[in-house]
């Protein structure tokens, strides 16, 4: 379990995010055309998952739009941005800003990404979302990186993600 905050008060999630150089758990989440994507349909492409807890809120959207400028100039990546927001909504709100570059997939249908990952909170306001955090993997699906963001208001390192593609 993982302690972060939300506005200054604590709250947790189900565990801890995978371990640096380990495999990442494979996962079954759904895109916006309702098809379900898997960890092995992005095999041989480097990932960073940007998780959220709602693309319907400032942080989150921020995050989305950030990772969308990024990722045009990232050669073999991709981002997938993962929130249990329903696919609708993800369609929706990449739609109305115009963001191509980032592939948006939920966790509604199981939530086994968010418990598989450690990442579900499991108290507070936002118990049962996913926490604001990062991992980065390698082509053969190795994580490199990963972050969870301490202040659920703040906004990833950025950075610290994109950086770990190229070390």
Known sequence: MATVTLKGNAINTSGNLPEVGKKAPDFILTAN?????????????????NIFPSVDT????QSVRQFNTEASELENTKVLCISKDLPFAHARFCGAEGLENVISLSDFKTGGFGKDYG???????????LSRSIV??????????????????DEPNYKAALEALYN
């Open 58 to 61: 400032g942080t989150c959207a």
């Open 33 to 49: 055309d309702l098809s379900s994507k898997s960890l092995g349909d992005f095999s041989g492409s480097r990932l960073v998952l």
């Open 136 to 153: 980065v993997l390698d082509e053969n699906g190795t994580v490199l990186h990963t972050e969870q963001v301490t202040e659920t208001v």
């Open 119 to 129: 990442l579900d909170f499991v108290d507070g306001p936002l118990e049962g979302l």
